[in-house]
C-alpha cells in the first residue's frame, strides 16, 4: 500500500495569513494526488485535483503543487471559511489511501 | 447536477452486518466513466477506502476489509450498496459514498454521509 503523510498534524493561523500544508507519499504517484477539505458534520469536498488542478469553483487563493512523493497545499489570504481539515488522498494505485489530515485552526 | 444520498440503519449490533445504499440522482451508474465508491470515517478521526465498483460490477476492495465487505450496484435502481459482515465496535462511523472517475479514482461529489453506530 502507497502511505500518505501529512504534515503538521494541526496548525494555529490567523486571517490573511499565508498558510502551507504537506503531503508525502511512501513512493512515487507521479500527479495522482486530490486535496479535499473537510467542514465539521460535513462531507469531504474536492479542492485540488492532479496535484495542481483546481476544482472548479475552488477559489484562486488555493493552489496546489508537486509530483513524484512530496507535494504542497497553498492557501493564501487565509479567510474565515477556510478554517476546516485538509486532507490528501493518492489515486495512483488501489488501495487508495488517504493523508492523516491537517486541522487549520484560529490563531 | 448529480447527488448522493446514504440511507440504512443507524444502528448496528455486534457481530451482525452492517447494510448501506447510495442512491443516485441527476446521473446515472450505468455509465463507463465512472467508478462508485464507499469511504468511512471514524468519529473525530481520518478517512478511510472502502472500495469501489463499476457499472458492470467489477469491485475493488480495501486489503483490510476485503474479507467482510461486498458492494453490489443495482442499474434499475440506480443505486449501489455496501455490506460489511460481522461488525464491531471499530466499524462505528461516518459512511460516505461517492462517485470517482474509471481515468482518476478521485471522489467528487460525495454524499451527505451517515453516522453508523455498532453497539448492543
Known amino acids: 500500500d502507497i502511505q500518505m503523510t501529512q504534515s503538521p498534524s494541526s496548525l494555529s493561523a490567523s486571517v490573511g495569513d499565508r498558510v502551507t500544508i504537506t503531503c508525502r507519499a511512501s513512493?512515487?504517484?507521479?500527479?495522482?494526488l486530490v486535496w479535499y477539505q473537510q467542514k465539521p458534520e460535513k462531507a469531504p469536498k474536492s479542492l485540488i485535483y492532479?496535484?495542481?488542478s483546481l476544482q472548479s469553483g475552488v477559489p484562486s487563493r488555493f493552489s496546489g503543487s508537486g509530483s513524484g512523493t512530496d507535494f504542497t497545499l497553498t492557501i493564501s489570504n487565509l479567510q474565515p471559511e477556510d478554517f476546516a481539515t485538509y486532507y490528501c488522498?493518492?489515486?495512483?494505485?488501489?488501495?487508495?489511501?488517504f493523508g492523516g489530515g491537517t486541522k487549520v485552526e484560529i490563531k | 447536477q448529480l447527488q448522493l444520498q446514504e440511507s440504512g440503519p443507524g444502528l448496528v449490533k455486534p457481530s451482525e452486518t452492517l447494510s448501506l445504499t447510495c442512491t443516485v440522482s441527476?446521473?446515472?451508474?450505468?455509465?463507463?466513466?465512472?467508478?462508485w465508491g464507499w469511504i468511512r470515517q471514524p468519529p473525530g478521526k481520518g478517512l478511510e477506502w472502502i472500495g469501489n465498483?463499476?457499472?458492470?460490477?467489477?469491485?475493488y476492495y480495501s486489503p483490510s476489509l476485503k474479507s467482510r465487505v461486498t458492494i453490489s450496484i443495482d442499474t434499475s435502481k440506480n443505486h449501489f450498496s455496501l455490506t460489511l459482515a460481522s461488525v464491531t465496535a471499530a466499524d462505528t462511523a461516518f459512511y460516505y459514498c461517492?462517485?470517482?472517475?474509471?481515468?482518476?479514482?478521485?471522489?467528487?461529489?460525495w454524499g451527505q454521509g451517515t453516522l453508523v453506530t455498532v453497539s448492543s
Open positions: 513512493q512515487s504517484i507521479s500527479s495522482w
Open positions: 488522498q493518492q489515486y495512483s494505485a488501489y488501495p487508495l489511501t
Open positions: 492532479a496535484a495542481s
Open positions: 465498483i463499476d457499472y458492470s460490477g467489477t469491485t
Open positions: 441527476g446521473g446515472s451508474v450505468s455509465s463507463s466513466l465512472y467508478f
Open positions: 461517492g462517485r470517482s472517475w474509471t481515468s482518476a479514482n478521485r471522489f467528487d461529489p
